[in-house]
């Protein structure tokens, strides 16, 4: 070929149909480090984070009531904290998949990491990651799944005796065609359903459920967020023992207002978030 071109080679074009290869496969990367690092050299940039690490807000419920956005997964990892939590959180790979996009120069490839996470009392996420390195989406996974925490309502099949065990009431979720549908079951019964199903429930701390899922279910990705789509509705329905008058309490940023400013003001800090 370089004979007939004079010499020269191809360059930077795209060259002969067929011969463009796959791409690399990326390294693997670095371990996906500590949490309690994190902690200890964790600067809050936002007004939530700093009412967090100054101890002003004991509780992550607190946080749900007033419905509050997270935006830094270090907030997470002070209510979970492994010393300090009877329920630490735990993290799963549930799958990695290459993915690829067409350029010029060939394919790149890129890795895909889904992470369930939860601590088994009524808490659970869900974080997709897409990079180069393995260990980079795994890590950017975990993260993105403690920012979508959330809480799980849990409940009983029939007499509301020990603690709750199953859904409180019959949920579905979509995501792409798969539908899934979670269905209260008697104490005992354990989670009936797919090995996907399992994993995530048992993320969430519900031990007795009945599903039923159809459509392309082989496809883990759009499974995984069906359930999660689920599981984030048992707090969406107003059941009759929710229908008592509820006191509205200040806000955090309306409580801890004077403390913000005066924070804000030591550290020289211009707009906070």
């Given at each position: 070929m370089e004979e007939n071109r004079g010499g020269f080679s191809r360059g930077f074009g795209r060259g002969v149909r067929g011969t463009r290869g796959r791409g690399g496969r990326g390294a693997r990367g670095r371990g996906r480090g500590s949490a309690e690092d994190d902690l200890k050299n964790w600067v809050p940039v936002t007004k939530l984070g700093r009412l967090v690490k100054e101890g002003k807000i004991v509780s992550i419920e607190e946080i749900y009531l007033h419905s509050l956005p997270i935006k830094e997964y270090q907030i997470i990892d002070y209510f979970f904290q492994p010393n300090e939590c009877s329920h630490p959180l735990k993290d799963?790979?549930?799958?990695?998949?290459?993915?690829?996009?067409?350029?010029?120069?060939?394919?790149?490839?890129?890795?895909?990491?889904?992470?369930?996470?939860?601590?088994?009392?009524?808490?659970?996420g869900l974080g997709v990651k897409c990079a180069k390195e393995v260990a980079t989406a795994i890590r950017g996974a975990i993260i993105s799944a403690k920012l979508s925490l959330i809480?799980?309502?849990?409940?009983?099949?029939?007499?509301?005796?020990?603690?709750?065990?199953?859904?409180p009431m019959k949920v579905s979720g979509k995501c792409g065609s798969v539908r899934i549908r979670l269905v209260p079951a008697p104490r005992g019964t354990q989670i009936v359903g797919a090995p996907t199903t399992k994993k995530m429930l048992n993320f969430a701390g519900i031990k007795d459920c009945f599903s039923s899922s159809c459509g392309k279910t082989k496809t883990k990705g759009n499974f995984l967020r069906a359930i999660f789509n689920a599981l984030s509705?048992?707090?969406?329905?107003?059941?009759?023992?929710?229908?008592?008058?509820?006191?509205?309490?200040?806000?955090?940023?309306?409580?801890?207002?004077?403390?913000?400013?005066?924070?804000?003001?030591?550290?020289?800090?211009?707009?906070?978030?």
């Open positions: 799963d790979v549930v799958k990695i998949m290459p993915v690829q996009k067409q350029t010029r120069a060939g394919q790149r490839t890129r890795f895909k990491a889904f992470v369930a996470i939860g601590d088994g009392n009524g808490h659970c809480p799980v309502r849990r409940g009983y099949w029939g007499n509301k005796i020990g603690d709750p065990h199953t859904v509705k048992t707090y969406g329905y107003l059941t009759p023992d929710l229908w008592k008058v509820t006191n509205f309490d200040k806000s955090p940023y309306e409580e801890w207002s004077d403390f913000l400013e005066t924070y804000q003001n030591l550290k020289g800090i211009k707009g906070t978030v």
